[in-house]
T-cell receptor, first 112, second 116 residues
Framework: GNSVTQMEGPVTLSEEAFLTINCTYT??????LFWYVQYPGEGLQLLLK?????DKGSNKGFEATYRKETTSFHLEKGSVQVSDSAVYFC???????????FGSGTRLSIRP | GAVVSQHPSWVICKSGTSVKIECRSL??????MFWYRQFPKQSLMLMAT?????????EQGVEKDKFLINHASLTLSTLTVTSAHPEDSSFYIC????????????FGNGTRLTVT
């Protein structure tokens, strides 16, 4: 079945550091890929998405490229801010679009 | 603004009682809603898929008699935790599927359940 694997956290960085959170997936067909963010005490919000190979999703300085050859969708940001501290979830929606499978989440903490 | 409203945001109940959590889609009709449980180390577990007008589909290992799901209308799904126990204490999150939109899945803000 479909699955998502993302790097374990927590990840702690200094402000303005470069961020990478790895995500790989297993799926049949052509899934859509997502990154969701969860701020403390809140539900999940869509951060960015990509629906086909080589698509790049971007939002708020974050980027992720859908790499079919490596089955990856790594999240990157060139310069993180304290306000980026949150839990980040990589997710996959299969071709049937019946449900979304989430990775285990990566907690990111940014220190001033 | 929020397109999915989840209520209550937190609830404390005594062991043995039942608790109902509501999930409403505010400006669209959601034939499909999902219920997740989030564990302390943030892992998000899909509990069940709620389909309007039919029985919910539960994931393996989720007790359907304990976690009752009702999706009686196109804008409302409810999760009832029956005979709650301390181990049911958790963060429960609902989401509604909105196909064709930029963001297909809209989440409620979650409900923190504490069973004493």
């Amino acid at each position: 079945g479909n699955s998502v694997t993302q790097m374990e956290g927590p990840v702690t960085l200094s402000e303005e550091a470069f961020l990478t959170i790895n995500c790989t997936y297993t799926a049949t067909g052509y899934p859509s890929l997502f990154w969701y963010v969860q701020y403390p005490g809140e539900g999940l919000q869509l951060l960015l998405k990509a629906t086909k190979a080589d698509d790049k999703g971007s939002n708020k300085g974050f980027e992720a490229t859908y790499r079919k050859e490596t089955t990856s969708f790594h999240l990157e940001k060139g310069s993180v801010q304290v306000s980026d501290s949150a839990v980040y979830f990589c997710a996959l929606m299969g071709s049937s679009a019946s449900k979304i499978i989430f990775g285990s989440g990566t907690r990111l903490s940014i220190r001033p | 603004g929020a397109v999915v409203s989840q209520h209550p945001s937190w609830v404390i109940c005594k062991s043995g009682t039942s608790v109902k959590i509501e999930c409403r889609s505010l400006d669209f009709q959601a034939t499909t809603m999902f219920w997740y449980r989030q564990f302390p180390k943030q892992s998000l577990m899909l509990m069940a898929t709620s389909n309007e007008g039919s029985k919910a589909t539960y994931e393996q290992g989720v007790e359907k008699d304990k976690f009752l799901i009702n999706h009686a209308s196109l804008t409302l799904s409810t999760l009832t935790v029956t005979s709650a126990h301390p181990e049911d204490s958790s963060f429960y999150i609902c989401s509604a599927l909105r196909p064709g939109q930029n963001s297909p899945l809209h989440f409620g803000n979650g409900t923190r359940l504490t069973v004493t």
